[in-house]
């Protein structure tokens, strides 16, 4: 594809894309290159995928990895059990190997007739040697489908997006390949336009306590998980359909310190507990 008709990801309506990820986003794309994304679990490195195939037009290929996953699932699984029950049955579509065949995420991107997103999601839930396994394909567009003796190549490079929580490191034969970013966890001015996006019509008193509530609860020395982006919207989204007057939402009283509805930004019995413990050591210092 020719540099001047490269589209440039400038981030959607609904997507609150800072200057430096769009500026990511487009270095890959100019690239060719996979762009691996980093960042706290729920600041919307899934979503980036979604938007990006939706603010260029191009279908979107997701494919999720879990503990389980084996990188030739990517590329296409035989269905030897299958075949071999056919065979016993007698049925007639046992004599070609290619209906049992089935095609992989990475194998139907390659397919499409225009250039498509592929989303790789949490490549780091999978085993250290998955990566590795899928250097090959992603350098060179290909892989071969020993079954039916056919090689398989792109018809168009794939803009891939490669998501990680940082759950293992990855390998530098890997991270060679790839162009990186860190999906900084938002400012305050950043997360009034990302929760602008999702409730334009939220009165901007109930938004300044609940996100100085919010950050306060992220800033305690001790969570084992802080509230990320995706929990304070759900929150937002309680408060509003429960209909809390902001006031409620003040930390200054002390038998206030736990937040209201905090089940939707505390995710454990650890961090409960911790800040049942604040509530008390402020009653006894009052």
Not at 8 to 22: E, I, P, Q, S
Not at 141 to 158: D, I, K, S
Request: aromatic letters at 8%; hydrophobic letters at 40%; proline letters at 6%.
């Amino acid at each position: 594809m020719p540099m001047n008709d490269i589209q440039r990801f400038k981030g959607t309506d609904r997507y609150v894309a800072t200057d430096d990820l769009m500026m990511a986003v487009n270095a890959a794309i100019t690239l060719g290159r996979p762009l691996l994304i980093k960042g706290e679990p729920g600041t919307g490195k899934t979503q980036l995928a979604q938007e990006i195939a939706r603010s260029l037009n191009r279908p979107l290929y997701e494919w999720h990895i879990k503990s389980t996953s084996k990188a030739q699932q990517g590329l296409y699984e035989y269905d030897a059990v299958s075949r071999l029950r056919d065979s016993q049955l007698g049925e007639e579509r046992v004599h070609d190997i290619r209906n049992y065949i089935i095609k992989g995420r990475l194998w139907e991107a390659f397919e499409s007739p225009v250039q498509p997103v592929l989303l790789i999601d949490e490549i780091d839930k999978a085993d250290i040697e998955f990566p590795n396994d899928l250097l090959r394909e992603l350098d060179r567009m290909e892989f071969y489908v020993h079954e039916t003796r056919e090689l398989v190549q792109a018809r168009h490079r794939p803009i891939i997006l490669i998501t990680s929580n940082n759950e293992k490191e990855l390998p530098d034969a890997f991270l060679r390949r790839c162009f990186f970013h860190y999906i900084r966890f938002p400012d305050e001015p950043t997360m009034r336009a990302i929760v602008a996006v999702h409730y334009p019509q939220l009165k901007k008193e109930l938004l300044a306590e609940a996100l100085a509530a919010f950050f306060e609860v992220r800033a305690t020395p001790g969570l084992k998980k802080k509230p990320s982006t995706s929990e304070l919207l759900d929150w937002i989204k309680l408060l509003v359909a429960e209909d809390i007057a902001p006031e409620a939402l003040r930390s200054g009283d002390a038998r206030k310190v736990i937040p209201i509805l905090h089940g939707a930004l505390l995710k454990n019995e650890q961090d409960v507990h911790l800040f049942e413990q604040l509530v008390f050591m402020h009653r006894r210092a009052r």
